[in-house]
């Protein structure tokens, strides 16, 4: 079993940045793919980001590249969302995600494991 725990999140103003940070339990972390996803109230829960277990693939909804940049320390068990030029839009809960594998997916089905959610508030 594998816990996350995500924090960083906040209130921010339009155009600034946030970076947020997952903790992963367990000694398998460098085994797994992990994700970002948000979820705005009344909306679906949504892709942002994945990376795989090296960090050598990586893959960001079309909303967020250029922005967003996600990245992992496998000697930390931990996956990093560093977001850049906020925008009001980008308010939502962000839920870290990961599965044991080695294929990067934006489907939230595919992920096994999910943490709690991080709120991110951007004001216009």
């Excluded at 725990?5 to 339009?14: K, R």
């Excluded at 600034?16 to 793919?33: D, H, K, Q």
């Excluded at 909306?43 to 967003?68: C, H, L, M, P, Q």
Aim: net charge positive; with cysteine.
């Amino acid at each position: 079993q594998v816990q996350l725990v995500e924090s960083g999140g906040g209130l921010v103003q339009s155009g600034g940045s946030l970076r947020l940070s997952c903790v992963a339990s367990g000694r398998t972390f460098s085994s797994y793919v992990m994700g970002w996803f948000r979820q705005a109230p009344g909306k679906e829960r949504e892709f942002v980001a994945a990376i795989s277990w090296n960090g050598g693939s990586t893959d960001y909804a079309d909303s967020v590249k250029g922005r967003f940049t996600i990245s992992r320390d496998n000697a930390k068990n931990t996956v990093y969302l560093q977001m850049n030029s906020l925008k009001p839009e980008d308010t939502a809960v962000y839920y870290c995600a990961g599965r044991r594998g080695v294929r990067v997916s934006v489907d939230v089905a595919y992920y096994d494991y999910w943490g709690q959610g991080t709120q991110v508030t951007v004001s216009s």
